[in-house]
Nanobody, 122 residues
Framework: VQLVESGGGLVQPGGSLRLSCAASGFTFSTYAMAWFRQAPGKEREFVSTISWNGAGTDYAVSVKGRFAISRDNAKNTVYLQMNSLKPEDTAVYYC????????????????WGQGTQVTVSS
């Protein structure tokens, strides 16, 4: 099982980034996917999740209206479009997978990527 995140980087406040997470080694289309993030000195926190078929999504209050999660089951990839970025969005972003149903707790997820750094700074 492998989850590989990409798309992180340095962006100015108000800017946008799109993160990608490429999955392999499991039946992607039967797994809910999620994004979590961890800022320096803080605990890992939930960002967004999407159901196995893309029909259901959920977002943390702090990102709702600015971030959008999506998936392409044909490409075994989940995305996180991040707009109107703020300095407080700076963190390492991780994608995670669990079978079928969406959850917002990191302990409910079985598979994790290595993370990609997002830095929002002028």
């Amino acid at each position: 099982v492998q989850l590989v995140e990409s798309g992180g980087g340095l962006v100015q406040p108000g800017g946008s980034l799109r993160l990608s997470c490429a999955a392999s080694g499991f039946t992607f289309s039967t797994y809910a996917m999620a994004w979590f993030r961890q800022a320096p000195g803080k605990e890992r926190e939930f960002v967004s999740t999407i159901s196995w078929n893309g029909a259901g999504t959920d977002y943390a209050v702090s990102v709702k209206g600015r971030f959008a999660i999506s998936r392409d089951n044909a490409k075994n990839t989940v995305y996180l479009q991040m707009n109107s970025l703020k300095p407080e969005d700076t963190a390492v972003y991780y994608c995670a997978a669990r079978l079928w149903t969406v959850r917002t707790k990191d302990s409910d997820y079985n598979y994790w990527g290595q993370g990609t750094q997002v830095t929002v700074s002028s």
